[in-house]
């Protein structure tokens, strides 16, 4: 599968930290994307369930040395729908893995508000700082300690959440003789165990071979099943795993530029890249 560089625009090759923090609620301005009526009050309180993610006019910025303010978010509105996959694309550098950080509460807002469904899990783009148990039941089990749960009761989820991403069959197989790909899923299984609303997840292929890629993709995509109760935001940089995304948001420069289905999203970005191209060939004729 071909992929992107998004710092040029030109082709290229291609523990387990959870956030669960509240409902973090903050000032309100004029929203860039329409909102429904009935969506926020005054007081910038959620009024409809229909979306599992949302967050509005959201800042962030880092203080230098120096005490000047550098802005890394601007203003960002971004809605996803509950029981769908949605990916969050952009250059490098342009705020996307930031901005997941602050839907998922570890990163605070310098302004704006959020709203996510919980509990929520945030599974970060290194398989290997997540996974830390020596086999894959006793990994995706790590995190059952706390909901008094029977063995049996235990045992079921860790099964039932193995079955979605595809690894049943793994279920005593020691964690370092999997791939990249499967850790991954391994990780993801431990958030649907769980019972997460919503899966936060930052480049999880960004270190994966094509194989591994596409399991993933489909693991997380299964893992939604239709039902409606689990919503995933995906960030990446490779614009064929757009294939397998309900919608999608594209961010350029710490903003959030467009924000529809998948299909929109590509021809923008092609658009883009073809402006881009146009503009490299003038260059060379002039």
């Given at each position: 599968?071909?992929?992107?560089?998004?710092?040029?625009?030109?082709?290229?090759?291609?523990?387990?930290?959870?956030?669960?923090?509240?409902?973090?609620?903050?000032?309100l301005g004029n929203p860039p994307l329409p909102v429904p009526i009935g969506m926020w009050d005054g007081f910038g309180e959620l009024l409809n369930g229909n979306f599992a993610i949302e967050g509005r006019n959201l800042n962030y910025s880092i203080a230098t040395r120096n005490g000047n303010s550098i802005p890394i978010l601007r203003d960002c509105s971004i809605r996803i729908p509950s029981g769908q996959l949605w990916m969050l694309l952009g250059p490098n550098g342009c705020g996307k893995s930031t901005l997941l950080k602050v839907l998922a509460g570890l990163?605070?807002?310098?302004?704006?508000?959020?709203?996510?469904?919980?509990?929520?899990?945030?599974?970060?783009?290194?398989?290997?700082?997540?996974?830390?148990?020596?086999?894959?039941?006793?990994?995706?089990?790590?995190?059952?300690?706390?909901?008094?749960?029977?063995?049996?009761?235990?045992?079921?989820?860790?099964?039932?959440?193995?079955?979605?991403?595809?690894?049943?069959?793994?279920?005593?197989?020691?964690?370092?003789?999997?791939?990249?790909?499967?850790?991954?899923?391994?990780?993801?299984?431990?958030?649907?165990?769980?019972?997460?609303?919503?899966?936060?997840?930052?480049?999880?292929?960004?270190?994966?071979?094509?194989?591994?890629?596409?399991?993933?993709?489909?693991?997380?995509?299964?893992?939604?099943?239709?039902?409606?109760?689990?919503?995933?935001?995906?960030?990446?940089?490779?614009?064929?795993?757009?294939?397998?995304?309900?919608?999608?948001?594209?961010?350029?420069?710490?903003?959030?530029?467009?924000?529809?289905?998948?299909?929109?999203?590509?021809?923008?970005?092609?658009?883009?890249?073809?402006?881009?191209?146009?503009?490299?060939?003038?260059?060379?004729?002039?």
């Amino acid at each position: 599968m071909g992929c992107v560089g998004w710092a040029s625009l030109q082709p290229s090759p291609l523990c387990n930290p959870e956030a669960r923090d509240g409902n973090g609620l903050g000032q309100l301005g004029n929203p860039p994307l329409p909102v429904p009526i009935g969506m926020w009050d005054g007081f910038g309180e959620l009024l409809n369930g229909n979306f599992a993610i949302e967050g509005r006019n959201l800042n962030y910025s880092i203080a230098t040395r120096n005490g000047n303010s550098i802005p890394i978010l601007r203003d960002c509105s971004i809605r996803i729908p509950s029981g769908q996959l949605w990916m969050l694309l952009g250059p490098n550098g342009c705020g996307k893995s930031t901005l997941l950080k602050v839907l998922a509460g570890l990163l605070k807002p310098t302004h704006g508000t959020v709203y996510v469904k919980r509990p929520k899990s945030f599974v970060f783009q290194n398989p290997d700082h997540q996974v830390v148990m020596p086999t894959v039941e006793a990994d995706v089990a790590f995190g059952l300690g706390k909901f008094n749960l029977t063995q049996d009761e235990a045992r079921f989820r860790v099964e039932r959440a193995l079955d979605a991403v595809g690894m049943s069959n793994y279920l005593q197989r020691p964690v370092q003789t999997l791939s990249g790909g499967q850790k991954q899923r391994v990780a993801i299984a431990g958030a649907l165990a769980e019972a997460c609303k919503v899966l936060l997840l930052d480049e999880l292929t960004t270190f994966l071979d094509e194989s591994d890629q596409v399991g993933v993709i489909k693991a997380v995509k299964n893992s939604l099943g239709g039902s409606g109760e689990v919503t995933a935001l995906w960030v990446t940089h490779r614009l064929e795993e757009l294939e397998y995304a309900d919608g999608a948001v594209y961010m350029e420069d710490g903003r959030v530029i467009v924000h529809s289905d998948a299909a929109t999203i590509m021809d923008y970005i092609k658009e883009r890249q073809a402006s881009y191209v146009n503009q490299i060939n003038s260059s060379r004729d002039s």
